[in-house]
Every structure is written in structure tokens, then in C-alpha cells.
């Protein structure tokens, strides 16, 4: 099958573009394969480089090794060790260099008692109904005062864009968190055993505190959190966040009390539900797919 399409792009004209990402490569290149004037085999692979003037001799990598490994530098990152030898007028190779040598001789490494960093891999869920993958989160809405808040916790449907739950709290707690939580079961009619169900949320105290992980456990739900400090990965919280506060009528002065901000969100909730068209689901709207 690869050898088709490798065919079917070296003979076809215009090429797809569909077939170029399917193959990983550029437009650009399949016209260099094309073209008369260079040869039908890769040449970049059989090329001869020159060696660089500035390439390390086994002498100086030698004697990185050996620096990095006495008494005085052995706990020191290169980026301490390079500065401490030019305070001292040595000069071997550079930061970059000391960093390359030692990874290629398997000598850098985590040190320290603090925990070795570690990459979170993306949190990624694919909901083909409703009720499978919820999202929620916290926003702040403006008081009757510079720097009186209120708070907006709220669960959005992957599916269907449907707001599952919603309320709004003087402060921002894991306890508040899980009542909204067994309020969005309740309003869903969700009763344990049913099908799975994944909670996605980001890195927030009140998404990991004590009280709303039990009441995950209890409700047999799934939680699952952003990679810390990527807002990315809970984008359709954050974009219905910025749907509310981008309203006409949105009180840009601030809410006079809790009952005026609960008022308004509650129209908000009623537009968004069944009026508001998702262009992401083809212009339906929420409930149609719920």
C-alpha cells in the first residue's frame, strides 16, 4: 500500500494534498522528487560533510569527564561548572558542549531529593454520546467592588454542549465542588452502575481536594485534570467561560449581589442550552444533542 501511494504521487498531477500528509512530507519536496535537474534517490543521506573546526578532540571531552567528576563540580549542574572555571580563567568548551558530552556519556542525570520532572502526557477523551466526558471548571465574576469576587462553578457536556450543572459560591472549595457534582447526577438521572463517566478538569485546589475526589469515588466517576499550567487542555470550559462574559449584556461594572449574579446566569444558562447555535456541532443546539 505504500508503494502505491509513493507511485500515485510521483505520477499524478496536481498532487493531493491529503496524500502528501499522509506520507509526511511537504509539497515542496514532492516537486524536488519531480523535477529533472536532481536525482530520483535521496542524496542527503549519502552526502560527506566536513568536520567542523570547532568540533571537541578526545582530549577536551576527556577532560570534561574528568572535571565534571571531581569532588568540587560532581554536584554541579554545567551551567555552575562553566561559570565557576571562567571566574578561574579556564576555558574547555562551552555550556552546550558540557550538557552534549555528558548525556552522550549517560552522565546527566536528576539529582537532588527533589522529585525528577516528568511529562504528563495529554488528558484526551472521546465522548460518541452524552453523559460520557464532562468538563467543568471556575471562573470569577466581578462584585459590587474592585476586588469582590464571585464564584462560578460550572459543568459543560463534551458531547452536547449542554450545561450540565451550574452555581455560584461566595469562595472556591473542593466541598463546593462536589455538591455541584451530585447535583449535575441528579439532574442527569445518572444512577451508579451506568456507563462510564470521566470528569475533566484542570490542576485547581478544589479540583483536587479531598472532598470532591471521594465523592468521584462514591458516584463511580472518573477524574481527570489538565497538564499543569496548559490551559489548552481544557478548552471548551474556558471557551464557554468567555461565551457568558462576552454577552451584550454582560454587567462589565460587576454584579450589585450573589442574587443578581445567580439571576443573570441563570438566563445565560437558559440562552446557551436552547437557543445558542454550536458551530462545533454543526449548528445545533445543545439539548438537541443531549
Same mark, same amino acid.
Given at each position: 500500500?505504500?508503494?502505491?501511494?509513493?507511485?500515485?504521487?510521483?505520477?499524478?498531477?496536481?498532487?493531493?494534498?491529503?496524500?502528501?500528509?499522509? !506520507?509526511?512530507?511537504?509539497?515542496?519536496?514532492?516537486?524536488?522528487?519531480?523535477?529533472?535537474?536532481?536525482?530520483?534517490?535521496?542524496?542527503?543521506?549519502?552526502?560527506?560533510?566536513?568536520?567542523?573546526?570547532?568540533?571537541?578532540?578526545?582530549?577536551?571531552?576527556?577532560?570534561?569527564?574528568?572535571?565534571?567528576?571531581?569532588?568540587?563540580?560532581?554536584?554541579?549542574?554545567?551551567?555552575?561548572?562553566?561559570?565557576?572555571?571562567?571566574?578561574?580563567?579556564?576555558?574547555?568548551? %562551552?555550556?552546550?558542549?558540557?550538557?552534549?558530552?555528558?548525556?552522550?556519556?549517560? !552522565?546527566?542525570?536528576?539529582? *537532588?531529593?527533589?522529585?525528577?520532572?516528568? /511529562?504528563?502526557?495529554?488528558?484526551?477523551?472521546?465522548?460518541? *454520546?452524552?453523559?460520557?466526558?464532562?468538563?467543568?471548571?471556575?471562573?470569577?465574576l466581578p462584585g459590587p467592588a474592585?476586588?469582590?469576587?464571585?464564584?462560578?462553578?460550572?459543568?459543560?457536556?463534551?458531547? %452536547?454542549?449542554?450545561?450540565?450543572?451550574?452555581?455560584?459560591?461566595?469562595?472556591?472549595?473542593?466541598?463546593?465542588?462536589?455538591?455541584?457534582?451530585? /447535583?449535575?447526577? !441528579?439532574?442527569?438521572?445518572?444512577?451508579?452502575?451506568?456507563?462510564?463517566?470521566?470528569?475533566?478538569?484542570?490542576? *485547581?485546589?478544589? !479540583?483536587?481536594?479531598?472532598?470532591?475526589?471521594?465523592?468521584?469515588?462514591?458516584?463511580?466517576?472518573?477524574?481527570?485534570?489538565?497538564?499543569?499550567?496548559?490551559?489548552?487542555?481544557?478548552?471548551?470550559?474556558?471557551?464557554?467561560?468567555?461565551?457568558?462574559?462576552?454577552?451584550?449584556?454582560?454587567?462589565?461594572?460587576?454584579?450589585?449581589?450573589?442574587?443578581?449574579? /445567580?439571576?443573570?446566569?441563570?438566563a445565560f444558562v437558559r440562552w446557551?442550552?436552547?437557543?445558542?447555535?454550536?458551530?462545533?456541532?454543526?449548528?445545533?443546539?445543545?439539548?438537541?444533542?443531549?
Amino acid at each position: 500500500m505504500l508503494r502505491l501511494v509513493c507511485v500515485y504521487l510521483f505520477f499524478c498531477l496536481p498532487p493531493p494534498s491529503s496524500a502528501c500528509n499522509e !506520507m509526511g512530507i511537504s509539497l515542496r519536496t514532492l516537486q524536488r522528487w519531480r523535477s529533472d535537474t536532481t536525482p530520483l534517490e535521496d542524496q542527503r543521506y549519502l552526502a560527506v560533510h566536513p568536520t567542523p573546526r570547532n568540533k571537541l578532540s578526545e582530549e577536551e571531552i576527556q577532560r570534561i569527564i574528568t572535571i565534571t567528576n571531581q569532588p568540587d563540580y560532581q554536584s554541579l549542574p554545567p551551567s555552575q561548572i562553566v561559570p565557576i572555571l571562567a571566574d578561574k580563567g579556564v576555558y574547555i568548551a %562551552s555550556e552546550s558542549s558540557f550538557y552534549r558530552v555528558l548525556r552522550k556519556r549517560d !552522565m546527566q542525570h536528576h539529582r *537532588g531529593r527533589s522529585k525528577n520532572p516528568s /511529562r504528563k502526557p495529554i488528558s484526551t477523551h472521546c465522548a460518541t *454520546g452524552p453523559n460520557q466526558v464532562w468538563m467543568w471548571d471556575i471562573t470569577w465574576l466581578p462584585g459590587p467592588a474592585k476586588g469582590i469576587y464571585f464564584y462560578l462553578y460550572l459543568i459543560l457536556d463534551l458531547f %452536547s454542549r449542554k450545561i450540565i450543572a451550574w452555581e455560584i459560591w461566595l469562595e472556591e472549595s473542593a466541598e463546593n465542588a462536589s455538591y455541584l457534582v451530585r /447535583r449535575g447526577v !441528579m439532574s442527569e438521572q445518572r444512577t451508579v452502575p451506568f456507563k462510564p463517566l470521566v470528569l475533566h478538569s484542570d490542576n *485547581g485546589s478544589p !479540583m483536587k481536594g479531598a472532598s470532591l475526589l471521594e465523592t468521584l469515588y462514591q458516584l463511580g466517576i472518573t477524574p481527570s485534570r489538565s497538564r499543569p499550567r496548559v490551559s489548552n487542555d481544557n478548552a471548551y470550559a474556558e471557551s464557554i467561560f468567555r461565551t457568558c462574559k462576552y454577552r451584550p449584556n454582560y454587567p462589565l461594572s460587576g454584579f450589585a449581589d450573589l442574587t443578581q449574579a /445567580r439571576t443573570w446566569v441563570l438566563a445565560f444558562v437558559r440562552w446557551y442550552n436552547h437557543e445558542h447555535r454550536h458551530s462545533g456541532l454543526n449548528f445545533p443546539n445543545a439539548l438537541s444533542k443531549a
